[in-house]
């Protein structure tokens, strides 16, 4: 399938929760994602998806004769109540091997596992989003993020907006379910973002390290994050990386209780969270602006921090 356009619509699920029945799933609009399935610029406008168990579905197809679903692009589509918790379910908008696409000007409202999910791809764009209230009926404080980046690389999110985003807002990651050296993300720029009111970090970036490599390449600019009040987590959170850097964010904590901006856990040792430099932040509120876990202190990780 090539060259397609969907306008406007208005889609209803049950609202059942479906994790024991994966195959039976609710989805609003699926591309790809079938045997022998090759699927390439798609547009779909002004959708609205609610009660099912994932909104939008742009998947590389299986099996013989099969292809990516690439070149897509979401223009003011919106996920709301999206139903479940276990992979598969509980998506507002899924992108997997679904390089060269993009997400503009589109939400996700109050869904269960992932808001959006980009995943094992190449040059993905969200821009002028809206993720909130992330996993609010369902919190678990166990990192189940409103945007995931998970495998991908050239990724850029900018202008979006997250609020009230429980479990975690944003996570690029190491996942274990890829291929090396495909299952590290690499090269994302987040700029320009706000975040309100997220019960986890705001930003984690690594999670723990694989031995086929960490998440590189990440710039993190000129976004506002003012955190929660009685809350007890950094508003960005570096658990194993290489060639980090946060500039220009406004990060406000005077109404938390926690003591630390930013946290350098250095999971795994210093081997895996190197060149690290954080920049011309204003950080408030906090008891401590930078926190360096002791493995990093022993030389190895090149780490600067000044105005």
Known sequence: CDNIDVFGGVLVGDGVNR???????QIGWSFGNEPGAYV?????????????????RFAAGTGVGSGPCQNVKVI????????????????????????????????????QRHGIYFAEGRNYTASSCLIRNHRSTVYSAAYRVAFSISRSRNVTVEGCVFDNCYDGTVEIDVDTQGTAPDNVSIGTVLSNCVFL?????????????????????????NCVMVRPSSNSISSITIEGGDRIKIDGCLIDGSGT?????????????????????????????WDYGVQFESVLLTGASKIQVFN
């Open 19 to 25: 994790d024991g029945a994966l195959s039976t799933i």
């Open 257 to 285: 209780a926690s003591s630390r901006a930013i946290t350098l856990n250095g999971t795994s040792g210093a081997t895996y969270t190197d060149d690290v430099t954080i920049t011309n932040n204003q950080i408030s509120g």
């Open 197 to 221: 009111g997220s019960a986890l970090a705001d930003i984690r970036i690594g999670t723990v390290p694989a031995i086929d490599g960490v998440v590189s390449d990440v710039v993190v600019s």
């Open 40 to 56: 390439q610029a798609v547009r779909v406008h002004d959708v609205w998806v609610t009660d099912a168990n994932q909104g939008f």
């Open 76 to 111: 003011n589509c919106h996920a709301r109540n999206s139903v479940g918790l276990v992979g598969g379910a509980g998506y507002g908008f899924v992108f997997s091997q679904a390089s060269f696409s993009s997400i503009v000007q589109s939400s996700a409202d109050n869904c």
